[in-house]
């Protein structure tokens, strides 16, 4: 598996270096980015930006953050005629109110949701636990992650009911979460626990170097459960739902390593920030995607083994089982967002 994550990344540097840039007439439609204040999220939003949707809604965790980056992505589109509002929203992803209250917001303020896009995460370089007792990359990169995007599925159900904004252009509503090509050698010490994320949420078992991985893992296995439910399907809900590996980029995630390993690392296996959001973009768009899928490069791709076997199908499934009991317990107002 290591051998193969290498090779995608020189794949992703060398061969698939310039990837095609998706289009699709957004006139009239709602597109949502998380984490859109910098790097992927932030050239995703520049893409979107020229397919002239309605609303472009940045939601970042810092105001003040999320206004500087909207005004460059005006800034370097002052060219085009665009009747798009560019929108920032505050959203905290460590903080489960702040979730809710931003997926309360979508209910109330729009009509609609055409794209929804999950980029948000982090990468923690110590053990450290929000304000609601979680360790911060479980929360931020797992649980607010599908706490969120099940609030908001409804939203999308309804938008795929409505009349196409404008005739002629046929899509779908698509709920994208950004995940890893990392889930491929994630360790994963703990999936055999008797409860999982209780497990991950304990700081004599946290090792650093493999939580990214593992709650890139995390987002794939239940992404790839939550898919094989009935109301989740596309024939019931008409939503697109699914995965995306942007590959190995230089981001904002890579802040915290020193300069001279960046340097060394992204000379020979980073690809721009821009390439990677190209391949995020085209998930954002296509409407032929298997529902749950995996995508990279802009083509559907295969999961690890472990994702694919029947152990990896059982521990999807414990896991979400998990998941249920914890989003009663943060939302119980709200469990008909997740209930079978």
Request: charged residues 20%.
């Amino acid at each position: 598996m290591a051998l193969r994550l290498l090779g995608e990344n020189l794949s992703d540097k060398y061969v698939h270096r310039s990837l095609p840039e998706s289009f699709v007439d957004l006139t009239g439609r709602v597109v949502i980015v998380t984490g859109s204040n910098t790097g992927l999220g932030l050239e995703a939003v520049k893409m979107f930006y020229k397919m002239n949707p309605a609303r472009l809604i940045m939601a970042v965790r810092t105001v003040s953050k999320g206004e500087s980056a909207r005004q460059q992505v005006l800034q370097q589109q002052t060219r085009m005629k665009s009747g798009t509002s560019v929108e920032v929203w505050q959203l905290d992803m460590s903080s489960f109110a702040s979730v809710k209250q931003f997926a309360q917001r979508c209910y109330d303020e729009l009509e609609r949701i055409d794209i929804f896009l999950a980029n948000a995460g982090t990468q923690s370089d110590e053990w450290g636990v929000t304000t609601d007792g979680w360790e911060n990359t479980l929360q931020i990169n797992v649980l607010s992650t599908h706490l969120l995007t099940l609030l908001v599925h409804d939203k999308l159900v309804r938008t795929a009911r409505l009349p196409p904004p404008k005739v002629g252009v046929n899509f779908k509503p698509h709920l994208v979460i950004v995940s890893s090509g990392v889930h491929l050698v994630a360790p994963f010490k703990d999936k055999n626990q008797a409860n999982i994320f209780a497990a991950l949420n304990t700081e004599s078992r946290y090792v650093q170097g493999d939580r990214y991985f593992d709650s890139k893992l995390l987002e794939i296995l239940i992404t790839r459960h939550i898919s094989k439910i009935p109301k989740f399907s596309q024939e019931a809900s008409g939503v697109v739902m699914c995965t995306v590996n942007p590959g190995f980029c230089r981001s904002e995630l890579m802040r915290r390593s020193p300069s001279a390993a960046i340097a060394v690392v992204g000379t020979l296996l980073m690809r721009p920030a821009r390439e990677g959001a190209k391949a995020i973009v085209w998930a954002c768009l296509d409407n032929n995607i298997t529902q749950g899928a995996y995508t990279s490069n802009c083509a559907i791709d295969a999961v690890s083994k472990f994702v694919r076997s029947k152990e990896g199908d059982d521990v999807s499934r414990k896991l979400w089982n998990e998941l249920v009991v914890i989003l009663d317990t943060v939302a119980p107002e709200r469990q008909e967002a997740w209930k079978v």
